[in-house]
């Protein structure tokens, strides 16, 4: 059973760059999450998607977007980067539902 | 706002003793409860999850759930340094959808 993937590992920007990380999810899982983790905090929901359509989102600007594909993949972008969006991105997929959540092994994005 | 409340320690235990790391929140609609263990600049990892009241024991960890307190807590036996970690609570809002809110983490130290 392949897991949650995410890439890449590590990214750096500058302010006012946009970037695209990637998640495959685990097999069987239709529902993809992500979360946004400052250090010394515990993570934020950004959004989650559902059969490629957005299921819910946290409390986070339009300038974080994202994607399903209909192999449950996803992307989340982010346009116009500002410093405080330095963080660990986490994607988690899950069979939908109640079901727990499992997560990939995160993108690290520093900006600078 | 829904919150998760967690002590955020250090909380420090000797090695083969118990570990009891608390949570309480404030949604009193929420159905589902998680414990995510992460090691120092990795992912969250699931530990365990509840869905009713009372104790749900796998292994040397045991999940607790008092809804009229709206208190979850873990319990991990025999305690060994490998269990260092930060522990996360998470609670999913009323409705489920798998949109997680964390608490900040309990940090543990099991010292030999």
């Known amino acids: 059973e392949t897991g949650v993937t995410q890439s890449p590992t590590h990214l750096i920007k500058t302010r006012g760059q946009q970037v695209t990380l990637r998640c495959s999810s685990q097999s069987g899982h239709n529902t993809v999450s992500w979360y946004q983790q400052a250090l010394g905090q515990g993570p934020q929901f950004i959004f989650q998607y559902y059969r490629e359509e957005e299921n819910g989102r946290g409390n986070f600007p339009p300038r974080f977007s994202g994607l399903q594909f209909p192999n449950y993949s996803s992307e989340l972008n982010v346009n116009a980067l500002e410093l405080d969006d330095s963080a660990l991105y986490l994607c988690?997929?899950?069979?939908?539902?109640?079901?727990?959540?499992?997560f990939g092994n995160g993108t690290r994005l520093t900006v600078t | 706002q829904k919150e998760v409340e967690q002590n955020s320690g250090p909380l420090s235990v000797p090695e083969g003793a118990i570990a009891s790391l608390n949570c309480t929140y404030s949604d009193r609609g929420s159905q589902s409860f998680f414990w995510y263990r992460q090691y120092s600049g990795k992912s969250p990892e699931l530990i365990m999850f509840?869905?009713?009241?009372g104790d749900k024991e796998d292994g040397r960890f045991t999940a607790q759930l008092n809804k009229a307190s709206q208190y979850v807590s873990l319990l991990i036996r025999d305690s060994q340094p490998s269990d260092s970690a930060t522990y996360l609570c998470?609670?999913?809002?009323?409705?489920?959808?798998?949109?997680?809110?964390f608490g900040t983490g309990t940090q543990l130290k099991v010292e030999l």
């Open positions: 509840i869905y009713s009241n």
């Open positions: 988690a997929s899950s069979q939908g539902g109640n079901s727990p959540l499992h």
């Open positions: 998470a609670v999913n809002e009323e409705g489920g959808g798998n949109k997680l809110t």
